[in-house]
């Protein structure tokens, strides 16, 4: 589902903005909590990065590795390779 209609400049971060609002207050509302997450802006529309849990640090680390790692990759490449809501590869 492409939810980004590639705007420009400024109107691509406020694109990126509300969706991350009302991704917040989706969890909010259904969980009680937001979970650490990364959103990315992709050609394709936005990619959303959560762990499945973080029960210690390490598991944490790993977390903002994946994170540091998909930024690196945004600024590196014009067309990041697409991973799922898992971190998964996609199709």
Do not use: W
């Amino acid at each position: 589902m492409n939810i980004n209609p590639d705007p420009e400049g400024p109107a691509r971060l406020e694109s990126l903005a509300q969706q991350a609002k009302r991704y917040a207050l989706h969890m909010i509302q259904t969980t009680g909590s937001v979970p650490p997450t990364v959103i990315a802006d992709t050609a394709d529309g936005f990619i959303f990065c959560m762990p499945s849990g973080m029960p210690d640090e390490a598991a944490k680390d790993r977390f903002a590795d994946v994170a540091r790692c998909q930024r690196s990759g945004r600024s590196q490449s014009r067309t990041p390779e697409t991973r799922d809501v898992r971190g998964e590869p996609g199709t």
